[in-house]
Protein backbone atom coordinates (compact mmCIF):
# COMPACT_ATOMS: atom_id res chain seq x y z
CA UNK A 1 0.00 0.00 0.00
CA UNK A 2 1.19 3.49 -0.95
CA UNK A 3 -1.23 5.32 2.08
CA UNK A 4 -1.89 8.76 1.59
CA UNK A 5 0.35 10.55 -1.60
CA UNK A 6 0.29 14.03 -2.19
CA UNK A 7 1.21 15.99 -5.12
CA UNK A 8 3.09 18.24 -5.81
CA UNK A 9 5.72 18.52 -3.03
CA UNK A 10 6.34 22.09 -3.72
CA UNK A 11 5.06 24.68 -4.98
CA UNK A 12 5.47 28.82 -5.79
CA UNK A 13 2.62 30.64 -6.61
CA UNK A 14 1.89 34.37 -6.97
CA UNK A 15 -0.41 36.46 -5.06
CA UNK A 16 -4.00 36.15 -6.74
CA UNK A 17 -3.19 32.58 -8.48
CA UNK A 18 -4.86 29.62 -8.13
CA UNK A 19 -4.24 25.94 -7.66
CA UNK A 20 -5.24 22.41 -6.51
CA UNK A 21 -3.66 20.17 -3.63
CA UNK A 22 -3.77 16.36 -4.72
CA UNK A 23 -4.35 13.69 -2.03
CA UNK A 24 -5.56 10.47 -2.45
CA UNK A 25 -5.23 7.33 -0.23
CA UNK A 26 -5.01 3.22 -0.69
CA UNK A 27 -6.25 2.44 2.53
CA UNK A 28 -10.26 2.76 1.81
CA UNK A 29 -10.53 4.97 4.85
CA UNK A 30 -13.54 6.99 5.22
CA UNK A 31 -12.13 10.27 7.19
CA UNK A 32 -9.83 12.19 5.59
CA UNK A 33 -8.65 15.31 6.32
CA UNK A 34 -6.82 18.60 5.67
CA UNK A 35 -3.95 20.50 7.85
CA UNK A 36 -1.51 23.24 7.59
CA UNK A 37 1.72 23.22 9.12
CA UNK A 38 3.50 26.65 10.37
CA UNK A 39 6.70 27.06 11.98
CA UNK A 40 6.43 26.44 15.55
CA UNK A 41 2.68 25.91 15.65
CA UNK A 42 0.04 22.99 15.81
CA UNK A 43 -1.28 21.63 12.66
CA UNK A 44 -4.25 23.33 11.84
CA UNK A 45 -7.21 21.66 10.57
CA UNK A 46 -8.74 23.12 7.06
CA UNK A 47 -11.71 20.78 6.19
CA UNK A 48 -12.39 17.10 6.46
CA UNK A 49 -15.10 14.60 5.33
CA UNK A 50 -16.45 11.33 6.58
CA UNK A 51 -17.00 9.76 3.39
CA UNK A 52 -17.62 10.20 -0.39
CA UNK A 53 -20.08 13.44 -0.73
CA UNK A 54 -19.54 14.76 2.55
CA UNK A 55 -17.18 17.52 3.76
CA UNK A 56 -17.15 20.02 6.37
CA UNK A 57 -15.10 23.05 7.45
CA UNK A 58 -12.26 23.22 10.30
CA UNK A 59 -10.52 25.82 12.42
CA UNK A 60 -8.70 27.61 9.27
CA UNK A 61 -11.33 27.38 5.91
CA UNK A 62 -10.94 30.70 4.85
CA UNK A 63 -9.22 30.88 0.95
CA UNK A 64 -9.46 26.81 0.83
CA UNK A 65 -12.80 24.54 -0.96
CA UNK A 66 -12.43 20.96 -0.99
CA UNK A 67 -14.02 18.06 -2.73
CA UNK A 68 -14.57 13.89 -1.94
CA UNK A 69 -16.38 12.54 -5.15
CA UNK A 70 -14.66 9.66 -4.16
CA UNK A 71 -13.70 7.60 -1.02
CA UNK A 72 -9.74 7.61 -2.32
CA UNK A 73 -9.03 11.39 -3.39
CA UNK A 74 -9.52 14.49 -1.44
CA UNK A 75 -8.11 17.55 -3.10
CA UNK A 76 -7.82 21.21 -1.87
CA UNK A 77 -8.33 24.14 -3.65
CA UNK A 78 -6.61 27.42 -3.37
CA UNK A 79 -8.98 29.85 -4.93
CA UNK A 80 -6.66 33.81 -5.48
CA UNK A 81 -3.74 32.42 -3.22
CA UNK A 82 -2.60 34.94 -0.73
CA UNK A 83 0.79 34.85 1.26
CA UNK A 84 -0.94 34.47 4.49
CA UNK A 85 -1.40 30.80 2.85
CA UNK A 86 2.08 30.27 2.52
CA UNK A 87 2.50 27.14 4.84
CA UNK A 88 3.03 23.23 4.56
CA UNK A 89 0.41 21.10 3.85
CA UNK A 90 -0.65 17.70 5.27
CA UNK A 91 -3.53 15.36 3.87
CA UNK A 92 -4.46 12.83 6.48
CA UNK A 93 -6.50 10.01 6.62
CA UNK A 94 -8.26 7.66 9.52
CA UNK A 95 -10.33 4.50 9.66
CA UNK A 96 -12.84 5.61 12.62
CA UNK A 97 -12.42 9.13 12.76
CA UNK A 98 -10.88 10.72 16.22
CA UNK A 99 -10.33 7.84 17.97
CA UNK A 100 -7.97 5.80 15.94
CA UNK A 101 -4.44 7.48 14.49
CA UNK A 102 -4.18 9.53 11.10
CA UNK A 103 -2.05 8.15 8.33
CA UNK A 104 -0.29 11.45 6.71
CA UNK A 105 1.30 12.07 3.58
CA UNK A 106 4.47 13.57 2.90
CA UNK A 107 3.21 17.22 2.36
CA UNK A 108 3.03 20.03 -0.04
CA UNK A 109 5.20 22.96 0.75
CA UNK A 110 3.34 26.09 -0.57
CA UNK A 111 5.12 29.55 -0.90
CA UNK A 112 3.25 32.61 -2.10
CA UNK A 113 4.93 35.62 -3.19
CA UNK B 1 14.91 20.37 5.87
CA UNK B 2 11.82 21.55 6.95
CA UNK B 3 10.91 24.62 9.08
CA UNK B 4 8.98 22.79 11.23
CA UNK B 5 11.73 21.89 13.89
CA UNK B 6 12.63 26.02 14.07
CA UNK B 7 11.58 27.08 17.67
CA UNK B 8 11.10 24.01 19.11
CA UNK B 9 12.06 22.76 22.62
CA UNK B 10 15.04 20.75 22.07
CA UNK B 11 16.24 17.42 23.94
CA UNK B 12 19.70 16.58 23.14
CA UNK B 13 20.18 13.08 24.42
CA UNK B 14 23.05 10.39 24.19
CA UNK B 15 22.76 7.07 21.86
CA UNK B 16 21.90 4.21 24.22
CA UNK B 17 20.21 6.78 26.61
CA UNK B 18 16.53 6.47 27.58
CA UNK B 19 14.47 9.92 26.46
CA UNK B 20 11.52 11.18 27.92
CA UNK B 21 9.55 13.56 25.85
CA UNK B 22 6.61 15.59 27.81
CA UNK B 23 3.63 16.74 26.63
CA UNK B 24 0.80 18.77 28.39
CA UNK B 25 -2.72 18.55 27.26
CA UNK B 26 -5.61 20.96 27.99
CA UNK B 27 -8.50 19.57 28.22
CA UNK B 28 -9.86 17.56 30.55
CA UNK B 29 -12.26 15.72 28.60
CA UNK B 30 -9.70 14.56 25.98
CA UNK B 31 -10.50 10.81 26.06
CA UNK B 32 -7.81 9.79 23.42
CA UNK B 33 -4.30 10.55 23.21
CA UNK B 34 -1.39 9.61 20.11
CA UNK B 35 2.26 10.46 19.94
CA UNK B 36 3.43 11.51 16.64
CA UNK B 37 7.15 11.27 15.27
CA UNK B 38 7.77 13.52 12.58
CA UNK B 39 11.16 13.94 10.93
CA UNK B 40 12.13 16.85 8.44
CA UNK B 41 10.59 16.68 4.93
CA UNK B 42 8.65 14.00 5.88
CA UNK B 43 4.51 13.65 7.32
CA UNK B 44 3.76 12.80 10.78
CA UNK B 45 3.81 9.09 11.80
CA UNK B 46 2.32 7.32 14.11
CA UNK B 47 3.65 5.91 17.03
CA UNK B 48 1.52 4.81 20.01
CA UNK B 49 -1.78 6.13 21.06
CA UNK B 50 -3.29 5.57 25.06
CA UNK B 51 -7.01 6.12 26.26
CA UNK B 52 -8.49 8.05 28.95
CA UNK B 53 -9.29 4.55 30.89
CA UNK B 54 -5.48 3.84 30.89
CA UNK B 55 -2.82 5.30 32.24
CA UNK B 56 0.39 3.13 30.42
CA UNK B 57 0.77 1.51 27.34
CA UNK B 58 3.73 -0.26 25.88
CA UNK B 59 4.90 -0.86 22.29
CA UNK B 60 8.03 -1.56 20.99
CA UNK B 61 10.76 0.49 22.93
CA UNK B 62 8.31 3.22 23.38
CA UNK B 63 5.83 3.87 26.56
CA UNK B 64 3.38 5.86 27.22
CA UNK B 65 1.99 7.66 30.31
CA UNK B 66 -1.26 9.34 31.21
CA UNK B 67 -1.69 11.33 33.99
CA UNK B 68 -4.87 12.72 33.91
CA UNK B 69 -5.00 14.57 37.40
CA UNK B 70 -2.07 17.04 36.15
CA UNK B 71 -3.07 16.47 32.43
CA UNK B 72 0.33 15.03 31.54
CA UNK B 73 1.47 12.87 28.80
CA UNK B 74 4.90 11.72 28.27
CA UNK B 75 6.68 9.11 25.81
CA UNK B 76 9.61 7.43 27.18
CA UNK B 77 12.05 5.70 24.31
CA UNK B 78 14.07 2.92 25.44
CA UNK B 79 17.90 2.79 23.85
CA UNK B 80 17.50 5.74 21.93
CA UNK B 81 19.13 5.45 18.37
CA UNK B 82 20.39 7.88 15.78
CA UNK B 83 16.99 7.11 14.01
CA UNK B 84 14.72 8.61 16.38
CA UNK B 85 15.68 11.81 15.79
CA UNK B 86 12.90 14.22 14.62
CA UNK B 87 10.22 16.40 15.73
CA UNK B 88 8.03 14.46 18.26
CA UNK B 89 4.53 15.61 18.98
CA UNK B 90 1.18 14.52 21.12
CA UNK B 91 -2.64 14.86 20.34
CA UNK B 92 -5.00 14.76 22.24
CA UNK B 93 -9.13 14.42 21.15
CA UNK B 94 -12.37 15.20 22.30
CA UNK B 95 -14.62 16.55 20.09
CA UNK B 96 -11.70 17.61 17.90
CA UNK B 97 -8.18 16.59 17.79
CA UNK B 98 -5.47 19.37 19.06
CA UNK B 99 -2.21 18.73 18.54
CA UNK B 100 0.53 19.96 20.46
CA UNK B 101 3.56 22.49 18.94
CA UNK B 102 6.23 19.53 19.60
CA UNK B 103 9.57 18.68 20.60
CA UNK B 104 12.48 18.09 18.71
CA UNK B 105 14.94 14.90 20.03
CA UNK B 106 18.52 15.31 18.91
CA UNK B 107 20.43 11.68 19.10
CA UNK B 108 24.32 12.35 20.10
CA UNK B 109 26.24 9.32 18.29
Known amino acids: NAGVTQTPKFRILKIGQSMTLQCTQD?????MYWYRQDPGMGLKLIYY???????DKGEVPNGYNVSRSTTEDFPLRLELAAPSQTSVYFC????????????FGNGTRLTVT | GESVGLHLPTLSVQEGDNSIINCAYS??????FIWYKQESGKGPQFIID?????DKRQGQRVTVLLNKTVKHLSLQIAATQPGDSAVYFC????????FGTGTKLQVIP
Open chain 1, 27 to 31: MNHNY
Open chain 1, 49 to 55: SVGAGIT
Open chain 2, 27 to 32: NSASDY
Open chain 1, 92 to 103: ASSRQGRHSPLH
Open chain 2, 50 to 54: IRSNM
Open chain 2, 91 to 98: AESYQKVT
